[in-house]
């Protein structure tokens, strides 16, 4: 089946460190999504792009989408304590069916 | 804060129970949806009801059976399960299935078969 490919599988980084967690995909995207979710919590959705060579902001959060929209990227500045937690992308292959790809756990060090 | 409200929030059960897991939202959508969660893995897509009808099914096993009696409501009813079935299960909802649209999550019930 499809599937989207995130590295690193996981990420520890010295608070005030930058993160960034790559997507991947084999096929063209019509979208994606990102969503965070905190341990023992549910994922919340941060962001959707749709563009080719789309690029969005939110705070320190920077979310790109590759030109051929088969890769994505999210790109945290400075990270905080409060930015820990697994990220995962997320596309529609053609119908409803929302995959999620295989996610980035964050943890940060103080 | 979610606007997705599941219950039970932790559930532990025999192979020979049978229980239901609910799922209830009131932000007007349409579609609604199942997802299975393994610790330290993404959610997994069961089932997805839109308008009301079972549009998505994930080849998931007989044991669950999705019932979604309106556009509130989404029960998810469990039986003769096994260990392996213990798990986060995730409800969500979209506005109305279509491939833009962003999926609510609830907190989840936290599935435990022994």
């Known amino acids: 089946g499809q599937q989207v490919m995130q590295i690193p599988q996981y990420q520890h980084v010295q608070e005030g460190e930058d993160f960034t967690t790559y997507c991947n995909s084999s096929t063209t995207l019509s979208n994606i999504q990102w969503y965070k979710q905190r341990p023992g919590g549910h994922p919340v959705f941060l962001i959707q792009?749709?563009?080719?060579?789309e690029v969005k902001k939110q705070k320190r959060l920077t979310f790109q989408f590759g030109e051929a929209k088969k890769n994505s990227s999210l790109h945290i500045t400075a990270t905080q304590t409060t930015d820990v937690g697994t990220y995962f992308c997320?596309?529609?292959?053609?119908?409803?069916?929302?995959?999620f790809g295989t996610g980035t756990r964050l943890t940060i060090i103080p | 804060d979610t606007e997705v409200t599941q219950t039970p929030k932790h559930l532990v059960m025999g192979m020979t129970n049978k229980k239901s897991l609910k799922c209830e939202q009131h932000?007007?959508?349409?579609?609604m949806y199942w997802y299975k969660q393994k610790a330290k893995k993404p959610p997994e897509l069961m089932f997805v009801y839109s308008y009301e009808k079972l549009s998505i099914n994930e080849s998931v096993p007989s044991r669950f059976s999705p019932e979604c009696p309106n556009s509130s409501l989404l029960n998810l009813h469990l039986h003769a399960l096994q260990p392996e079935d213990s798990a986060l299960y995730l409800c969500a909802s979209s506005r109305q299935g279509g491939a833009g649209e962003k999926l609510f999550f609830g907190s989840g019930t936290q599935l435990s078969v022994l």
């Open positions: 997320a596309s529609r292959f053609g119908n409803e069916k929302l995959t």
């Open positions: 792009l749709v563009k080719s060579g």
């Open positions: 932000m007007g959508h349409r579609a």
